[in-house]
């Protein structure tokens, strides 16, 4: 849908800051998360995990664990179906190995109990009999020649002969002639880095409750970002046909792109089959942490070269991305977005997928960005040092803008960068003055977001007031925005608008909600709903007037005789149509379907002043910015939640955050502790600057916004850190150590 | 005829071309024509890719129509978080 | 194991619920009395998710035992509401978008109340020492302070 620029319109609801529908619920407890449901008769089950990082599973004698009191159930990786597709056969092993332990806290079996006592206990009763196989962690290690084997045959056409078998997917991209764009350069600099993995560390642990009836219908109540991807993977799993699953999404306690896959849901389903009993599963936070999905740990090469005005010539990148134990694509996504900031002659980037014996990659914001962007802007920001140029000055001289051949191949169309870089520089953070032992780095950041398959009903009810209908579960906020959207379409107050997020049989499918896709596609297809629902409501006026549907419009929250033709009739609002909707033809009601594009691409840029304690390492953050181009705000409040939300991870992934595995393989930080995200205490305010520069494919102009905050952090902090200590900073997380180590190395 | 640009390493599969030209009026049909063409590049059509056509992203739109001076680029099928 | 029977009083109202010798108190109130305002997001006191006050101090539940509720007050998120309506800092938490998701929210409403009724003027440095102890992934914590400040404001001036 194109963006409705012909109406230059005044937004009367859109862009306010009304309180959100499900607030009331979210601040007194009701709300109920994928742990808060019990249903009679409900059985509890744990599942047993693999001490090991890579063994082969000789053999699994669940007898003596059956045989206790109050053990309903005991399931291993035989009573699921492996699919033929051999993504959804990835996620079955990954759900529950088979022949092959293939990381730390794999699942190898489970137990269904009358209590979580017994199920624990009938855990310790099961024996499995492993044959411990050598392992690799390393992305760079995984890729030698003589690398342990983490799963064979699993390389694409893609992958060139001759490398470690653990390769399974290789790419490249750009354009230009890169040998003539480094001789033109005036100072070259070529980096290497490298990026733990890190989690996406939602509150919630994923938690879900399942029942299967004896004729093989089945509910599944759980907390996921698409309830309808759950249904197609479990169904898949299970054997079943789709109509005999249905998906409720509980509230969520945070995803940011974990909870797009499934865990545990194929597990409890199985179980509540097997024991013809509800079965709830809720991991613990260890079981978080060692088997849901981290990001891709990864080793980056990059060189760019520079005049000494500050123009790069040529920039080319190798990433080597693991995605743990199974095929991965996410280094593609990495190696398009590295230099998608920059208007460049010449580019090269090349990717690399690698296995490792590491948990399965989940998405996480922007998922493969963060880690390509922060190495190029690392190296952005080291030329800008040694020719003494300003950091902004020298990516608004570079910016891609529309008309730009991006690095990924298409040509932008209206992007917002040149706008956010102008805004940074113009603010008064840029202008503060530092204080000696102080510095500011600078990074651009940059996502592609999404649209996909959305489904969108809107019923208006007989007493003027309207209920939405969607299937995106609410994240941070969403249900306010669609209600917003609709409320603006339709010309009626935000309060007269109920937005709520449907189980997978009660509407068509919905994609999950990731890509920063829900306000952009959610919203397009509910004003289209909307839309949908007023020519309706025009007909029944000029059937109630006796004129021609064409000669009725809507205005203002009400049809209108369109010209001075049409008669002279008092407008009909909403309400009074809606009153006499079963005398006039029926119900009311828009839908509309779509696998929705145009989401348009997402830059933002941030600005961070730390200090570094050359005592211990420690790093300080304090004052952060935020600069991005929404499109159009809906709801500004949650606008600048993601933004302050995301960076404050990127902060995290900066400087704390890594998976850190011994030597025996195991992941040796599986809880808060020692995995440390940010706390209150660690953080300054983080302005948000929301600019709003219109996508063209969206009605009121909205792009997505939730992704693209994580990425600038990294190289924001790692460009402070590096100026500030005065050594160039190639490793994340920026932990103390690390940082202490580099300062008595320089 | 429209120019289809692919991205680096779908070149092996069509003797190291990275534009090629087919007769194609529609999404689907630039991906048909591809596979008929190049076979080596079925596996990977298969499992799914993305197309830009005049700067939009499509995911899977079959019948999004493309005029002999679209600019496509065919790239991997992508996702977010 | 042999149950344990214990008296308690929570959120103003008496309560008997029988437990396990190594229950914790928040598993006893999510699966004995029905109250799952309260969350585990770790279960080792990391989060603070499972935030409640026992006898007016701020605890994990998860980190206490259900039976040393024995004769104790114990006041969580559903007992901040009274029938007058939401309580200040709720109003605030709505009105200041300091929820996305909102998992985080119980257990960070219990530990800014008891914030305020030791401390009613405090200042943003001491809201986020205060509240270092429990973890929200989503918001960043800005709008989180400014809402606890604008819900302190509002009851001094009450
Ligand atoms: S659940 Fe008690 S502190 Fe996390
Ligand atoms: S709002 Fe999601 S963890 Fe705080």
Known sequence: ?746 | MVKVLLWGSLRAHTDGQAEIEVQARTFKEVLDRLAEAHPGLRPQIERGVSMAIDGRVYREAWFTPIRPDSEVVVMPYMQGG | MSSISVSTTVNGDPVDFVCTPDESLLDALRNRMGLTGAKEGCGTGDCGACSVLLNGRLVCSCLVLAAEAEGAEIATVEGMAGPEGLHPLQRAFIDHAALQCGVCTPGILVAAKALLEKNPDPSDEEVRYWLAGNLCRCTGYDKIVRAVQAAAAEMRSA
Request: proline share 6%.
């Open chain 1, 1 to 746: 849908m194109a963006f409705d620029s012909h109406e230059k319109r005044q937004f009367k609801q859109v862009g306010t800051r009304p309180p959100r529908p499900d607030g009331v619920d979210k601040v007194t407890g009701r709300a109920q998360y994928g742990a808060d449901v019990t249903a009679p008769g409900m059985l509890t089950a744990r599942i047993l995990r693999s001490p090991h990082a890579h063994a082969r599973i000789v053999s699994i004698d669940t007898s003596e664990a059956e045989a206790m009191a109050g053990v309903k159930g005991v399931v291993t990786g035989r009573d699921f179906a492996l699919p033929e597709d051999a993504g959804l056969a990835d996620i079955a092993v990954n759900v529950m190995a088979r022949d092959k332990a293939l990381y730390d806290g794999h699942a190898v079996a489970a137990v269904a109990a009358v209590s979580p006592a017994i199920a624990k206990a009938a855990l310790k009763a099961i024996k499995v009999q492993y044959e411990v196989l050598p392992h690799v962690t390393d992305v760079d290690a995984a890729m030698q020649p003589g690398a342990p084997v983490v799963l064979e045959g699993r390389a694409l056409e893609s992958v060139p002969a001759g490398m470690s078998v653990n390769v399974t997917h290789a790419s490249e991209f750009g354009h230009g002639d890169l040998a003539a764009g480094f001789a033109k350069a005036d100072r070259i600099v070529e980096r290497s880095f490298k990026t733990a993995a890190t989690h996406q560390g939602y509150i919630e642990p994923h938690a879900c409750l399942a029942s299967v009836t004896v004729d093989g219908k089945a509910d599944l109540w759980c907390c996921t970002q698409g309830q309808f991807m759950v249904r197609t993977v479990c169904a898949a799993l299970m054997g079943m046909e789709a109509s005999q699953l249905r998906v409720t999404a509980s509230e969520i306690g945070g995803g940011f792109g974990g909870k797009t896959t499934v865990f545990i849901e194929p597990v409890a389903l199985v179980l509540a089959r097997k024991t013809g009993r509800p079965v709830k599963i809720t991991m613990t936070r260890d079981e978080v942490f060692r088997a849901t999905g981290p990001t891709v740990s990864t080793s980056i090469d990059v060189k760019i070269g520079m005049t000494k005005d500050g123009r790069i010539t040529a920039g080319e990148a190798r990433l080597r991305y693991s995605g743990g134990a199974f095929p991965c694509g996410t280094v593609d996504m990495g190696a398009m977005a590295a230099f998608a900031a920059y208007d460049l002659e010449a580019v090269r980037t090349q990717g690399w997928n690698v296995l490792t014996n590491r948990p399965k990659e989940a998405a996480y914001r922007a998922p493969g960005a963060p880690q390509a962007i922060y190495a190029v802007e690392s190296v952005v920001d080291e030329l800008c040092q040694i020719l003494k140029l300003d950091p902004l000055d020298v990516r608004i001289r570079n910016a891609a803008k529309k008309g730009t051949k991006s690095s990924y191949g298409p040509v932008f169309d209206d992007i917002g960068l040149l706008a956010t870089l102008e805004a940074a520089k113009a603010h008064p953070h840029y202008k503060a003055p530092l204080k000696p032992g102080q510095a500011r780095g600078v990074s651009c950041g940059f996502w592609f977001n999404f649209g996909g398959n959305t489904c969108v009903s809107l019923n208006v009810n007989t007493d003027g007031t309207v209920g939405v209908t969607e299937g995106n579960p609410d994240i941070g906020g969403s249900r306010a925005s669609i209600s917003l959207m609709a409320a603006e379409e339709l010309g009626i107050p935000y309060d007269k608008v109920r937005t709520i997020v449907a189980d997978t049989a009660s509407l068509g499918y919905n994609d999950v909600t990731d890509g920063s896709r829900v306000t952009f596609s959610v919203g397009l297809a509910t004003i289209a709903a909307a839309r949908d629902a007023k020519v309706k409501m025009c007909a029944r006026a000029a059937k109630i007037w006796g004129i021609d549907d064409e000669a009725v419009e809507w205005k203002d929250g009400a049809a209108w005789p369109a010209g001075p033709n049409a008669g002279q009739f008092p407008p009909m609002s909403l309400a009074e149509i809606a009153a006499v909707s079963f005398q006039t033809g029926g119900p009311i009601a828009g839908h509309h379907e779509v696998n929705a594009d145009g989401a348009g691409v997402s830059f933002g840029v941030h600005l961070c002043d730390l200090e570094v304690d050359p005592e211990t390492g420690k790093t300080t953050i304090l004052r952060y910015s935020v600069f991005q181009d929404a499109g159009k705000a809906v709801h500004p409040d949650y606008v600048e939640g993601q933004m302050q939300g995301g960076a404050v991870q990127g902060i995290g992934w900066a400087l704390n955050e890594e998976y850190i595995y011994g030597r025996d393989g195991r992941l040796q930080n599986p809880g808060f502790l020692d995995y440390r995200v940010p706390v209150a205490s660690d953080l300054p305010m983080i302005e948000a600057v929301i600019l709003e520069i219109p996508n063209p494919g969206h009605p009121y102009g909205v792009r997505g916004v939730g992704e693209t905050p994580i990425v600038p952090p990294l190289a924001a902090i790692s460009n402070g850190v590096s100026r500030a200590v005065g050594v160039r900073m190639q490793e994340l997380p920026l932990s103390p150590p690390r940082v202490l180590k580099a300062i008595k190395a320089a």
